[in-house]
């Protein structure tokens, strides 16, 4: 099991700015990624980054105004949220795996093996 470790939520207007940050405590990760589920909903995955960095993903109500990074050498991840609108407001969760298959795609929930506490973002 992987050790994910988050911080960066908190609140904001709309229009304003927050960036999260993920900690993983093992390496060999394949990907790593950022869900979030506001009240009543479904988690939902938000952006994803694959080992190197060099691959992300997006799910389109985010494009152009989130930016997910991975440290290069490091088990870090960030997204930088920019633009944010009430919408955003939810529990955000840091999550990773090792495997991944073509089935489900990126954005499923089953994809990924380890997840985070979880850090809310309020935005008003």
């Known amino acids: 099991h992987v050790q994910l470790v988050e911080s960066g939520g908190g609140s904001a207007q709309a229009g304003g700015s927050l960036r999260l940050s993920c900690y993983a405590s093992?390496?060999?990760?394949?990907?790593m990624a950022w869900f979030r589920q506001a009240p009543g909903q479904k988690r939902e995955a938000v952006a994803a980054?694959?080992?190197?960095?060099?691959?992300?993903m997006y799910v389109d109500s985010v494009k152009g105004r989130f930016t997910i990074s991975r440290e290069s050498g490091r088990n870090t991840v960030h997204l930088q949220m920019d633009s944010l609108i009430p919408e955003d407001t939810a529990m955000f969760y840091c999550?990773?795996?090792?495997?991944?298959?073509?089935?489900?795609?990126?954005?499923?929930?089953?994809?990924?093996?380890?997840w985070g506490r979880g850090t809310q973002v309020t935005v008003s």
């Open positions: 999550a990773a795996t090792r495997t991944y298959d073509d089935i489900g795609g990126w954005e499923a929930e089953y994809q990924y093996t380890d």
């Open positions: 093992k390496d060999a990760l394949m990907y």
């Open positions: 980054v694959s080992t190197g960095g060099s691959s992300t």
